[in-house]
């Protein structure tokens, strides 16, 4: 859910960027071509075409970073040549072209590319071939006011990008135990069923269920409960690798997504946190906490719902016998795994 919230974003920025350049550069290029200015009308016809490829190509592949970045590219290198070309009438249209560049990559490669962007303009015009400033007092102003430009844009988008990044946190981690929510469940199992169709790679999961936890809540309170949850989630990930993925699923389920595991490694890692949770959790008066497991790999999941509704009925069948145990799905009765 992280990432396609993120595409999301990057996508509808680029889409606004191309569309804005193209009819904002149309009517210059044909109005340049068609006055004899060929080389700027070709520059300009060259960033429309490339505003439209990578606008397709984030569409089509889902992908926005490499074609926000050809974006991003090729308009610094285009406004150095029109600027060669035309001097200081296009140098109004560089401020504009600025903010553009940090919507369509990260901060720091927007500022990069933009300081490099007037350094060549500067470079321009003590060249022989540019002269693209009528005095020092221009070159010195246009520099003052880009680099001011660029710091104050590189601000803006920074916290920008720090504050989308705390909102998806908060959308998608769950404030008591810092599991991640169910709501990003949904994308990180579609990814593994695509990994294992595509390249064979085998993922496990586990549907994890606190025993009699409603109890839990009636006798000692609902600050109790919570304690125990926030006590479980970091037991868990102290147990699976920094690759495998801790949902929270209901109130006391939880979703564990193991990537890259046969189900005989699942199994006897299942009953590992099985016995943490059963020796190192305890209750107020003492007694011992336990849970139920319900675990399947991903080779019998046509999508995320079935995969995850042959855990769902694995953690009913581990309930129904008695709890405190492991049961593997879609396995007879007799393979399930009890209770020593």
Not at 61 to 72: H, I, N, R, Y
Not at 113 to 139: G, K, P, W
Not at 211 to 226: A, Y
Not at 301 to 314: C, H, P
């Amino acid at each position: 859910m992280l990432q396609r919230l993120k595409n999301d974003f990057h996508l509808s920025m680029i889409t606004l960027v191309g569309v804005i350049a193209s009819g904002t550069l149309l009517p210059y290029a044909l109005y340049r071509i068609a006055t004899g200015n060929y080389l700027v009308g070709v520059v300009d016809l060259l960033m429309i075409a490339v505003s439209t490829v990578s606008v397709l190509m984030a569409w089509r592949t889902g992908d926005t970073e490499k074609p926000g970045f050809l974006m991003a590219a090729v308009f610094c290198f285009g406004a150095v040549l029109v600027c060669m070309k035309l001097g200081q009438d296009v140098l109004f249209w560089i401020y504009p072209l600025m903010v553009f560049i940090f919507f369509l990559v990260a901060p720091i490669k927007a500022l990069l590319l933009l300081l490099l962007m007037v350094s060549a303009i500067v470079s321009l015009h003590f060249s022989e071939h540019s002269a693209i400033f009528a005095n020092n007092f221009q070159l010195l102003a246009f520099i003052t006011t880009t680099l001011i430009t660029s710091i104050f844009a590189y601000i803006f988008a920074y916290r920008t990008h720090l504050q989308r990044q705390e909102l998806r946190r908060l959308a998608t981690t769950d404030p008591l135990t810092g599991a991640a929510t169910r709501h990003s469940l949904t994308d990180e199992l579609t990814y593994a069923i695509q990994q294992y169709q595509l390249k064979g790679v085998v993922s496990g999961l586990m549907l994890l269920d606190l025993d009699h936890f409603k109890r839990i809540n009636d006798n000692f309170g609902h600050q109790v409960g919570d304690q125990i949850l926030s006590q479980l989630v970091p037991l868990l990930k102290q147990m699976i690798r920094q690759q495998d993925s801790v949902f929270r699923y209901g109130g006391e389920e939880f979703v564990l997504l193991i990537k890259e595991i046969q189900l005989a490694d699942l199994h006897r890692l299942a009953e590992k946190i099985r016995h943490a949770v059963w020796h190192q959790l305890n209750l107020p008066d003492g007694s011992a906490l336990t849970t139920s497991i319900g675990i399947a790999t991903v080779q019998h999941a046509n999508d995320w719902e079935s995969w995850l509704q042959n855990a769902d009925i694995a953690l009913y069948q581990a309930k129904h016998q008695g709890r405190n145990q492991v049961v593997i799905a879609a396995l007879p009765a007799e393979q399930t795994t009890t209770l020593p």
